[in-house]
């Protein structure tokens, strides 16, 4: 099988509806993961993967895996408190291996970058992080940029909001599928009441591979996708519960029980500076990709809660 696209971070939220989506259109693709076995239960059978067992850390493997490939999807992260150093040295790792084929990087934003803004955020946004992890965000993306400008690689980086799906194993959602099926609180951060903007990856890959699609001119180019804005996460989990045929039950976690509990609980204390995004309302425009995919629908949101529920590793 040739392959043209390596995926780094494929059994991971983005990566996993990414990877889905090109077996879909039935593009063979190569998957650097950390374990196979597990890999292979995540994805179905299929000969349209390649999957190669190592570690994006190791720079000389992914330069091995890179020689011949147009695309690399950077779809690594790590748990909050791994991202220092562990991020940064992942991307040189993937810039060094971009460069010997000239190959598009492709890699997923986010909104950390600007902080806590009160206009929607555009593609020419200034960046004003307020967070150390905001200002990782940016440390990795000038990384990025610094090398396509230098003609080492081509850029598309693609800002998402928050995604829910199909694999999307985190703590903040996979508690809400996994406990809404079983008539459990659904949890939340500090304020259900204030509008939310959220994507479901499946929606976000096609975005992804239609960009890829297309022969980049540019150096950079970066598009937001906003997914929608949800009048609130209470009306959100309203629907996911009558979905999932049970009662809608909450669980809304203070923010002084947050600081508290992050005395005891590592990724607690990583998530306290981020709480500004869930006291207030941060959103994407998309109008520059709307205007370039007039035709693109996205999944009713019926389809998707339903589609989301049925995830395997929601029903243990």
Partial sequence: MN????????????????????????IPVTLLVRDIHKAQQIFDQTPLIEFVEGDVQNGALLKTLAQDKKVIFHGINYSYEAWKGNMQQATQNVIEAANLNKAQIIFPGNIYNYGLVQTPITEESPENPCAVKGQIRVELEA???????????????????DFWGPNVMNEGVRPIFANALKGKPMRWLCNMDIPHQTVYTPD???????????????????????GQVHKSMRTLFAKIAEQAGQPAKYQLMSKWMINLLAIFIPVLKEIKEMIYLYENTVV???????????????TPLEEAIKTALSWKGYQS
């Fill in 284 to 298: 994407l425009n998309d109008d520059k990709l709307k205007k370039l995919f007039p035709e693109f629908k996205e």
């Fill in 3 to 26: 392959s043209d696209i390596l995926i780094l971070g494929g059994t991971g939220s983005i990566g996993y509806a990414f990877t889905m989506e090109l077996v879909a259109q039935k």
């Fill in 143 to 161: 990384m990025m940029r610094t090398a396509a400008q230098n003609n080492l690689c081509k850029l598309l980086i693609v800002r998402l909001p």
């Fill in 204 to 226: 976000a890959a096609k975005i992804m591979v239609e960009l890829m699609k297309i022969k980049q001119v540019e150096e950079v180019s970066v598009y937001n996708y906003g």
